[in-house]
Nanobody
Framework: QVQFVESGGGLVQPGGSLRLSCAAS????????MGWYRQAPGKQRELVTT???????NYADSVKGRFTISRDNAKNMVYLQMNSLKPEDTAVYYC???????????????WGQGTQVTVSS
C-alpha cells in the first residue's frame, strides 16, 4: 500500500494563509494522480483538488482561485498552498493517490492521520 504523511496545518485568522505538505512512502509516486481531501466536523470527506503526474490540476468551486496544488516528483512530495482562508475551510486535510483526475475520482492509497486546519478570529 502507498502511505502518506500530512503536515503544515494550524490555527489562522480569516484571510490568512497556510501551506500544507504531503510525503509519500514510495518512489513510484511519480506515476500517480494525487488529491487533497478535507473533512469538517460532522461532515463527509470531500475531494477539493487533484494534480496529475504531468502537473494538470483540477479544483472544486469552493476553493478555486484561493488554493493551489503542486508536486515535486523527485522528492515524492505534494503541496497545497491555501490563501484567503475562510472559517468554512476549517477541517482535517488529507492527501491520497487518486483513481482519476476528476473530483469524482476515488482514493486507493492508505489514509494518513491528516493535518488540522482551523480558521477563526
Amino acid at each position: 500500500q502507498v502511505q502518506f504523511v500530512e503536515s503544515g496545518g494550524g490555527l489562522v485568522q480569516p484571510g490568512g494563509s497556510l501551506r500544507l505538505s504531503c510525503a509519500a512512502s514510495e518512489s513510484i509516486f511519480i506515476i500517480y494522480t494525487m488529491g487533497w481531501y478535507r473533512q469538517a466536523p460532522g461532515k463527509q470527506r470531500e475531494l477539493v483538488t487533484t494534480i496529475t503526474s504531468g502537473g494538470i490540476t483540477n479544483y472544486a468551486d469552493s476553493v478555486k482561485g484561493r488554493f493551489t496544488i503542486s508536486r515535486d516528483n523527485a522528492k515524492n512530495m505534494v503541496y497545497l498552498q491555501m490563501n484567503s482562508l475562510k472559517p468554512e475551510d476549517t477541517a482535517v486535510y488529507y492527501c491520497n493517490a487518486n483513481s482519476g483526475t476528476t473530483l469524482l475520482s476515488r482514493p486507493f492509497g492508505s489514509w494518513g492521520q491528516g493535518t488540522q486546519v482551523t480558521v477563526s478570529s
